[in-house]
């Protein structure tokens, strides 16, 4: 079938509306009339070949759509439902049965090797092979996804806010929940206040975290991150963030997040810590200097990397719609959105700083 979608054919290249053709679903995949797509960091560093993906490409990885047609041996969702789409996995490595499919051994493949699970490729321009993106490709009208990364989610809540969950906001909030668990009165510091660094405040007021201290560099991001749960922000540009978190903890964390993948800024969320704490490292960050003896060893910290959340996607985003419908995860004040044909626009306001999570709607 022919659908609209956002090709990138160069490095670095604006996104071009253009017609491309989706081939059907397979047996264990799911075609999905795709109503709503974020916009993530992830997709541009794609765009700008940070991560490589072969182009061209259609990206979008944080689909949300109403299921159209399913293959012959898809079961867990059926035509008419209303679906969110993740990261693909496989789901029968060992980190895939063991509970941590964000872990999968061949999650870099699946998400980022152009092709769908059985090597093949479902998007097509003329005779030109299109890759996919995450398994899914959600920045076009209709995308076509494995039954993995297919979630099931609540026909009573704006189907359009529901794609975020799928990556971005999971990322954030399940690093949080899943990986670093805080224990109740707890302290936490979130270095980044973007989408993945406001949804990990969020998730730290839900475990009950006492001190929950947002660090960033934008003092809008700062007075959001209080309305959504910080007890205390920082201005980065303007005190020496490491001074003032031992300040007001009385010695350091027992938890960070570090979401920007700046490499002084992760330095600063391993000193920030108190003996004995853990720093999740979520941004994707280049190399990094640490003084091991220091920094590490003297105090016992520990550096964790978290892919999406540690999350197991069927589980944890019905989880986190219902912390949403319960008033106790608004990440509705994170968004902005935007027609499919204004996603240039929609970039460029993510990459100023001018909205937190963009939103295209088809």
């Known amino acids: 079938m022919q659908i609209k979608g956002a090709v990138v054919h160069e490095k670095g290249q604006e996104f071009k509306i253009e017609n491309v053709e989706l081939a059907e679903p397979k047996a264990n995949e799911v075609l999905v009339k795709v109503v709503a797509a974020g916009v993530c960091h992830t997709d541009a560093v794609a765009r700008d070949q940070i991560i490589p993906v072969q182009l061209p490409a259609v990206l979008g990885h944080e689909g949300s759509g109403i299921v159209e047609k399913v293959g012959s041996s898809v079961t867990t969702v059926e035509p008419g439902d209303h679906v969110v789409l993740s990261f693909s996995s496989c789901g029968h490595c060992e980190n895939c049965l063991t509970g941590h499919p964000a872990s999968c051994i061949y999650l870099t493949e699946f998400n980022f ?127 020496d963030t490491v001074e003032e978190i031992r300040k007001i903890t009385d010695g350091g964390t027992h938890y960070a997040v570090e ?81 499919l044909e204004e996603i240039n626009e929609a970039f460029a306001d993510s990459g100023k700083g001018i909205t937190i999570k963009p939103i295209l709607t088809m």
């Open 113 to 239: 090797g152009g092709k769908m699970q059985d090597g093949t490729h479902r998007i097509s321009q003329g005779d030109q092979e299109v890759s996919t993106f995450f398994g899914q490709s959600s920045f076009g009208t209709y995308a076509v996804s494995n039954e993995r990364n297919v979630v099931k989610v609540d026909k009573e809540v704006d189907l359009r806010l529901l794609g975020p969950l799928g990556c971005g906001i999971q990322t954030g909030a399940g690093t949080v929940i899943n990986k670093l668990q805080p224990e109740f009165g707890s302290s936490i510091a979130v270095f980044g206040c973007g989408a993945v660094g406001l949804s990990a405040v969020m998730a730290a007021k839900i475990r009950g975290c006492s001190k929950i201290i947002a660090v960033d560099v934008h003092e809008n991001r700062l007075e959001l991150a209080k309305e959504l749960g910080a007890t205390h922000v920082i201005n980065g540009s303007k005190v």
């Open 259 to 339: 979401t920007t993948g700046v490499s002084p800024v992760v330095v600063q969320s391993v000193q920030s810590l108190r003996s004995l704490g853990t720093v999740a490292v979520v941004g994707a960050t280049g190399e990094v200097t640490l003084n091991v003896q220091q920094d590490l060893l003297n105090e016992g910290r520990s550096i964790v990397a978290v892919v999406e959340g540690d999350a197991i996607p069927q589980l944890f985003i019905p989880q986190l719609i219902e912390y949403y419908k319960n008033g106790q995860f608004p990440f509705d004040k994170l968004v902005k959105f935007y027609d």
